[in-house]
């Protein structure tokens, strides 16, 4: 079963650069789907970016495509979220995810977590 551990948060300023990433541990396979959500205390996990891990096709929040990408991380068997123009907006805990198959918006779709990195934007 695969494992994920996310990693990179941090405090930062508002339009500052942070590049999150997801180590994938034991067996990957090209059917899954690995994602980016967001949590703010009170509110549900929201879909943030998803690649597919075989063939590097993505989609994004429509709102965070110009600002927030996601890709096959520099190191292998990882993925990353790269974040530029950070706001104070997009301060949350932030976590990786993976499933079989296709891509979902939908957090309840993915089985298999990471444990969650924040991000806070201020000042």
């Known amino acids: 079963q695969v494992q994920l551990e996310d990693s990179g948060g941090g405090s930062v300023h508002p339009g500052d650069s942070l590049r999150l990433s997801c180590a994938v541990s034991?067996?990957?396979?090209?059917?899954?789907?690995m994602a980016w959500f967001r949590q703010v205390p009170g509110k549900e996990r929201e879909f943030v970016a998803a690649i597919r891990w075989d063939a590097g096709v993505s989609k994004h929040a429509d709102s965070l495509a110009g600002r927030f990408t996601i890709s096959r991380g520099n190191a292998e068997n990882s993925v990353d979220l790269q974040m530029s123009g950070l706001k104070p907006e997009d301060t949350a805990v932030y976590y990786c995810?993976?499933?079989?198959?296709?891509?979902?918006?939908?957090?309840?779709?993915?089985?298999?977590w990471g444990q969650g990195t924040q991000v806070t934007v201020s000042s």
């Open positions: 995810a993976a499933k079989t198959f296709s891509f979902s918006y939908y957090s309840h779709d993915y089985p298999i």
């Open positions: 034991g067996r990957a396979f090209d059917s899954y789907t």
